[in-house]
């Protein structure tokens, strides 16, 4: 079993940072990969950014890349997202997920591809 905790969220004005952050514990978080996904207000859930257990591979929805930066601290078991530029189109709530692969390579946008999940943490930007 794998609890995990996103902290980081809040209120910012267009074109500030945040950075979140997503501690997980309970069994050994380095062969998880992990990602954020959002949903905003009154949306679907979507995919934002999946990282590899090894740290290798990364992957970014069209809406974030080069503004969102994904990484992860295998020795602190916390995987980060950092937001730049932020707009108010990424007002959501966070979410940070994890599931066992034993492929260092791996990463999945698939939300369906990932068995544990956070409770979320809000972003609202402010225009």
């Known amino acids: 079993q794998v609890q995990l905790v996103e902290s980081g969220g809040g209120l910012v004005q267009a074109g500030g940072s945040l950075r979140l952050a997503c501690a997980a514990s309970g069994r050994t978080f380095s062969q998880y990969y992990m990602a954020w996904f959002r949903q905003p207000p009154g949306k679907e859930r979507e995919f934002v950014a999946a990282?590899?257990?090894?740290?290798?591979?990364?992957y970014y929805a069209d809406s974030v890349k080069g503004r969102f930066t994904i990484s992860r601290d295998n020795a602190k078991n916390t995987v980060y997202l950092q937001t730049n530029s932020l707009k108010p189109e990424d007002t959501a709530v966070y979410y940070c997920a994890a599931r066992y692969n034993d492929n260092s390579r791996y990463v999945s946008s698939f939300d369906w591809s990932y068995n544990y999940w956070g409770q979320g943490t809000q972003v609202t930007v402010s225009s």
């Open positions: 990282i590899s257990w090894g740290g290798t591979n990364s």
